[in-house]
């Protein structure tokens, strides 16, 4: 054989296993995009999630913000039942399954996220001046648990940027529900100017706003749900709230954490029926520093704020709790650990109007959205309820019963 052939022949090798490469490359793409457009839930269970599963748990993050924040969504084919349909307070919700805040830190997704089926986005938190948060790692998956540690330390790029972002969105018309969740600066020294100033930047462009005081990586943040520090904080937010033109009035929501002691649920439910401090809904809840004893994965000792499945009826309870506390008065948001339509369900029986998730999202994707909203669409019927608002609250007191001494307004 002559060199020139061998070349010529070497050539044509190249060339069959360059097609051959194409061809396998193409089809495994097209089997991913078909799968991802049939929002297949195996598909994502068993091989997508597992595989960003491998990958740094910041790194992921960032990356579906990203996929999303450019539109590399589909737009789910569920269409929400009336069963679904339910109110917050004066806000009206196609569904009731809200993305948590936390996941769209910077308000960048908004549009993606409902396009998935989420009935409402929480955007932040968000703090006045852009800060970097706490050193990396801050983010830990706990997946024997189905949990994950945070410590991000609301890293944020400051209520200008989030504003301007959010105002850019209104002007295409987007009606979506947004809440606006609002943090402190790390290093500020007077932190209700910081919930006050958020109140007045993101009135206009947000359905609702949330103080949240209960993130456990700011330093100092949760004793803000004391008595003393909540009645001064609470009174100033409503009172600036109240400020505003008539047009920008939004309700303003309190997040709290799942580590309060009973003392402090008794004393928040006590500010909450003083006047000034009127807020218009609670969040319930926060991540917990707590480590129930049976977890298993190597990053339990991780420092941060816990959620997911270890959460779920902490959450629950302080649901429950908080809603006999309140006389069912004050519209409840349940979050913590819901993976399944049951959690969900279990969250609205015990109090919530509506309710929110974030760790099954980052665990199982966007087909555990239509999966919830179908198993609580289908509990509600088979319970005989004909609306999310029916089911409010009907289990609150049997799962406080224990704790009848506390009265109820
Ligand atoms: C990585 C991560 C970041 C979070 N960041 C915030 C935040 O900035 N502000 C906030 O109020 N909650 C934050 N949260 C808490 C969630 O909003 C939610 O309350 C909590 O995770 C419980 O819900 P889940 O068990 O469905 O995740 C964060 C949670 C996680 C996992």
């Given amino acids: 054989m ?49 595989a ?39 806000l009206k919700l196609n569904n009731p399954v809200g993305i948590a805040a936390g996941f769209d830190k910077q308000g960048e997704a ?18 006045p001046v852009p800060q970097p948060g706490n050193d990396k790692p801050r983010v830990f998956r706990l997946l024997e648990d189905e949990a994950v540690i945070n ?40 932190p209700l100017e910081d919930y006050v100033s958020g109140i007045r930047k993101f009135a ?37 709230r109240d400020d505003l033109p008539a047009n920008c009035w939004t309700p303003v929501f309190l997040k709290l954490s799942p580590d309060l002691t009973d003392e402090e649920k008794r004393d928040i439910a006590d500010v909450l029926k003083d006047p000034k401090c009127a807020i218009d809904g609670l969040i319930i809840s926060n991540t917990t520093v707590g480590r129930p004893e049976n977890l298993q994965s190597n990053s339990v000792f991780e420092e941060g704020g816990l959620s997911g499945r270890p959460l779920r009826d902490l959450s629950t309870n302080l649901i429950a709790e908080m809603y006999s506390l309140t006389g069912g008065k ?8 819901i ?16 309710v929110q998730l974030y760790t099954s999202f980052i665990f199982y994707g966007p087909p555990r959205i239509t999966r919830i909203k179908k198993e609580l669409d289908e509990l509600l019927r088979i319970n005989n309820y004909q609306s999310v608002e029916e089911a409010v609250g009907t289990k609150a007191l049997k799962l406080t019963e224990k704790r009848s001494w506390w009265p109820l307004w």
């Fill in 2 to 50: 002559s060199v020139c052939s061998s070349i010529v022949n070497f050539g044509g090798r190249n060339n069959k296993i360059k097609s051959l490469l194409l061809v396998s490359g193409g089809a495994a793409g097209m089997f991913v995009a078909l799968n991802i457009f049939q929002e297949n839930e195996i598909f994502y269970e068993k091989f997508l999630m597992p």
């Fill in 52 to 90: 960003l599963h491998k990958v740094d748990p910041e790194f992921s993050h960032n990356f579906a913000v990203t996929v999303s924040k450019y539109g590399f969504v589909l737009r789910s084919k569920y269409k929400d039942p009336d069963t679904l349909s339910t109110s917050l307070g004066t």
């Fill in 110 to 127: 908004v549009e993606a996220l409902n396009k998935i089926g989420f009935g409402f986005v929480e955007v932040g938190s968000v703090t």
């Fill in 151 to 190: 410590r991000y330390g609301f890293n944020s790029e400051g209520h200008d940027i989030v504003y301007n972002r959010l105002h850019n969105l209104r002007k295409t018309n987007y009606v979506g529900i947004i809440g606006v969740n609002l943090g402190k600066n790390k290093n500020s020294e007077d």
């Fill in 204 to 240: 206009d462009v947000a359905d609702y706003l949330v103080v949240n005081v209960s993130s456990p990586n700011t330093p100092g943040l949760r004793s803000l749900q004391s008595k003393h520090h909540l009645k001064e904080l609470l009174s100033g937010v409503v009172a600036a």
């Fill in 330 to 337: 004050i519209p409840i948001i349940g979050v913590g650990g």
């Fill in 339 to 354: 993976f399944t339509g049951q959690d969900a369900y279990d969250k609205i029986c015990a109090g919530a109007s509506a």
